[in-house]
Nanobody, 117 residues
Framework: QVQLVESGGGLVQAGGSLRLSCAAS????????MAWYRQAPGTGRDLVAR????????NYADFAKGRFTISRDNAKNTVYLQMNSLKTEDTAVYYC??????????WGQGTQVTVSP
């Protein structure tokens, strides 16, 4: 079955950086677009960034542009989210998602990112 396991979250000061990883298994990773979403307390789950199956195409939410970078290593079945210049408002649970036919087919369990002032 599909498994998505996120790691790399934690506590960081504003202005700092984190790199999230999502290890995928149970499907042909190189055939699937992938995405990162986030959910802050009391809010819905928002798209952060998406990447095509081959890694050649990406798109970002406005809040992520210029600060976050999504990438993937198909040899390692892993998708990454590099987050720089973090702000307190970036505090959220970050979820990895497998995209099938342009919709989220599977979610990871999430990893907490907390940005302190």
């Amino acid at each position: 079955q599909v498994q998505l396991v996120e790691s790399g979250g934690g506590l960081v000061q504003a202005g700092g950086s984190l790199r999230l990883s999502c290890a995928a298994s149970g499907f042909i990773f190189s055939f699937s677009a992938m995405a990162w979403y986030r959910q802050a307390p009391g809010t819905g789950r928002d798209l952060v960034a998406r990447i095509t199956s081959g890694g050649g195409g990406t798109n970002y939410a406005d809040f992520a542009k210029g600060r976050f970078t999504i990438s993937r290593d198909n040899a390692k079945n892993t998708v990454y989210l590099q987050m720089n210049s973090l702000k307190t408002e970036d505090t959220a649970v970050y979820y990895c998602a497998k995209i099938t036919l342009r919709v989220v087919a599977n979610w990871g369990q999430g990893t907490q990112v907390t940005v302190s002032p």
